[in-house]
């Protein structure tokens, strides 16, 4: 198990400051220099606190008065309402568009699916952020810091709900000019519409994520943009509050299971350093196992950690492992390749800070395929909750899960729905058409071979009785 204390002690001026997470560097940066990077090493950046020197919450439970404060924009938003736990913005500074108002839904039809007793299996729908997914949470931090440290523009590449949140938090300010880089061909039209109708400059590179992710870095770099995309700590601050909510949702008590979809690894790297910060607090006495579920189309973390034993190490992983599988990918030419588009990435920029959660988390990883993906996520919809493809590998994931023993029967299970139905109906409507062409097309290239909970349509002629004898045979 890690604790921050862990790392190698640093000097500190300020009780809130940036340090790389290479524990052999251990280098800090003021919270208001700006990099995505160690200026020494090129490792990944912590938002580290000095919880001693900061007013931090006696139980958790007390967190719960900030309800009765919505009046004021801090305690509006479902993630400065935890500022005490992410206090790196002066209250007076911080931005919201009401971000993180979101539920944890006891789901009993899905729980049925994933083979859980009733009543233990809980959705998180992150789908009702104002731009429709998880990223707003960690998007109204980085855009905060952003505007803290004067950024003019905000860049990111994104499969589709990073640009599109970025372009809503810009369009909503008005305090900055969002530039999104998009790989050709990636994007779900739900996702790309949002950034077009939100004003955004966009960029479509002629490559997949993990080029688009490349070149952002180079050029924000080069033009001084601000880069909002996951290697930057502070989207990762905001992220951790989905965990505080969904403790708050469960009066406090720590459920068995936390199972997330990866891609890029924003998500499980920031639920790890929720609860890493909330043990070393004394605020949790126990954490709860992390799953996070790949796409067997886009694994690297899958092969990685399960085939590789690619582990955190107590803060010494083996990247030349990771930088050996990507050589490998590109000899052979490998991209990633899933239906859900939103984790369809095979270099994950939080691989490290991923490994790092699954120590504190005694986590596991699984892949699940684009077959069991779809019919998880017609169950979740069939349940009244929809969401987006890779939303529902953590469904999926459970379900694999719990057929493999690792859950079980009884544990209290929280899936992380991290995009809102809407986002991609393309593969929705393909799994429900009465049209094989169509069936073939979108999803016939990816395995997918039937559409077990299909709801169809029915063709009737337009004639009140034909109409009413089909209403008839089939209701
Ligand atoms: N689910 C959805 C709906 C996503 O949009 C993403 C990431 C993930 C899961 C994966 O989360 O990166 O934290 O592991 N989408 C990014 C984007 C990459 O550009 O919108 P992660």
């Given at each position: 198990?890690t604790t921050i204390a862990e790392s190698r002690p640093v000097a500190l001026k300020e009780a809130v400051y940036q340090r790389c997470l290479n524990i052999d560097c251990g280098a800090t940066y003021g919270v208001s220099e700006v990099r995505v990077k160690c200026g020494v090493c090129g490792d990944l950046l912590d938002v580290a606190y000095d919880w001693s020197r900061l007013?931090?919450?006696?139980?958790?439970?007390?967190?719960?008065?900030?309800?009765?404060?919505?009046?004021?924009?801090?305690?509006?938003?479902?993630?400065?309402?935890?500022?005490?736990?992410l206090p790196f913005?002066?209250?007076?500074?911080?931005?919201?568009?009401?971000?993180?108002?979101?539920?944890?839904?006891?789901?009993?039809?899905?729980?049925?699916?994933?083979?859980?007793?009733?009543?233990?299996?809980?959705?998180?729908?992150?789908?009702?952020?104002?731009?429709?997914?998880?990223?707003?949470?960690?998007?109204?931090?980085?855009?905060?810091h952003?505007?803290?440290?004067?950024?003019?523009?905000?860049?990111?590449?994104?499969?589709?709900?990073?640009?599109?949140?970025?372009?809503?938090?810009?369009?909503?300010?008005?305090?900055?000019?969002?530039?999104?880089?998009?790989?050709?061909?990636?994007?779900?039209?739900?996702?790309?519409?949002?950034?077009?109708?939100?004003?955004?400059?966009?960029?479509?590179?002629?490559?997949?994520?993990?080029?688009?992710?490349?070149?952002?870095?180079?050029?924000?770099?080069?033009?001084?943009?601000?880069?909002?995309?996951?290697v930057n700590p502070f989207r990762l601050e905001?992220?951790k509050?989905?965990?505080?909510?969904?403790?708050?949702?469960?009066?406090?008590?720590?459920?068995?299971?936390?199972?997330?979809?990866?891609?890029?690894?924003?998500?499980?790297s920031a639920?790890g350093k929720?609860?890493m910060e909330?043990?070393e607090?004394?605020?949790?006495?126990?954490?709860?196992?992390?799953?996070?579920?790949?796409?067997?189309?886009?694994?690297?973390?899958?092969?990685?950690?399960?085939?590789?034993?690619?582990?955190w190490?107590?803060g010494r992983?083996?990247?030349?492992?990771?930088?050996?599988?990507?050589?490998?990918?590109?000899?052979?030419?490998?991209?990633?390749?899933?239906?859900?588009?939103?984790?369809?990435?095979?270099?994950?920029?939080n691989?490290k800070k991923?490994?790092r959660?699954?120590?504190v988390?005694?986590?596991?990883?699984?892949?699940?395929?684009?077959?069991?993906?779809?019919?998880?996520?017609?169950?979740?919809?069939?349940?009244?909750?929809?969401?987006?493809?890779?939303?529902?590998?953590?469904?999926?994931?459970?379900?694999?899960?719990?057929?493999?023993?690792?859950?079980?029967?009884?544990?209290?299970?929280?899936?992380?729905?991290?995009?809102?139905?809407?986002?991609?109906?393309?593969?929705?409507?393909?799994?429900?058409?009465?049209?094989?062409?169509?069936?073939?097309?979108?999803?016939?290239?990816?395995?997918?071979?039937?559409?077990?909970?299909?709801?169809?349509?029915?063709?009737?002629?337009?004639?009140?009785?034909?109409?009413?004898?089909?209403?008839?045979?089939?209701?």
């Open positions: 198990m007013p931090t919450p006696k139980r958790l439970v007390d967190l719960e008065g900030m309800w009765s404060k919505r009046h004021e924009p801090l305690r509006f938003s479902g993630v400065w309402r935890f500022h005490e736990l913005a002066p209250a007076n500074r911080v931005i919201t568009v009401g971000e993180g108002q979101t539920l944890l839904q006891q789901a009993d039809f899905v729980s049925r699916y994933v083979g859980l007793r009733p009543g233990q299996l809980y959705l998180q729908y992150e789908g009702m952020n104002p731009s429709g997914s998880f990223k707003d949470n960690g998007m109204c931090a980085a855009f905060t952003a505007h803290m440290v004067g950024a003019k523009r905000a860049a990111c590449a994104s499969t589709g709900n990073t640009s599109a949140s970025l372009a809503m938090y810009c369009a909503v300010t008005q305090l900055m000019k969002a530039i999104i880089f998009i790989g050709t061909g990636k994007i779900s039209y739900g996702k790309l519409s949002q950034a077009l109708e939100y004003g955004a400059l966009t960029v479509q590179i002629a490559g997949d994520f993990d080029d688009a992710m490349a070149r952002v870095q180079e050029i924000s770099k080069e033009l001084g943009i601000y880069l909002v995309n996951s905001g992220q509050t989905v965990m505080f909510r969904v403790l708050e949702a469960l009066r406090w008590e720590v459920p068995d299971w936390i199972v997330v979809p990866g891609g890029n690894l924003g998500n499980s639920f929720a609860f909330l043990k607090l004394g605020l949790i006495s126990r954490v709860p196992r992390l799953a996070v579920i790949n796409a067997a189309g886009a694994d690297t973390l899958d092969v990685l950690f399960n085939q590789r034993n690619l582990r190490n107590r992983p083996r990247m030349e492992t990771a930088c050996w599988y990507y050589d490998e990918l590109d000899r052979n030419k490998t991209k990633a390749d899933t239906i859900a588009s939103a984790i369809e990435i095979n270099r994950p920029v691989l991923c490994l959660a699954l120590d988390c005694d986590g596991v990883v699984r892949k699940v395929s684009d077959q069991e993906i779809l019919d998880a996520k017609a169950q979740v919809g069939a349940g009244g909750i929809g969401c987006e493809p890779a939303s529902a590998a953590s469904v999926a994931g459970a379900k694999l899960l719990r057929q493999q023993g690792v859950i079980g029967y009884e544990d209290r299970v929280v899936c992380i729905l991290t995009g809102h139905q809407l986002k991609d109906p393309t593969a929705t409507v393909a799994y429900h058409t009465t049209d094989q062409d169509k069936f073939e097309e979108v999803l016939g290239s990816r395995g997918v071979t039937r559409a077990s909970y299909a709801n169809r349509a029915i063709a009737v002629p337009n004639n009140v009785e034909a109409i009413i004898k089909a209403i008839q045979l089939y209701s």
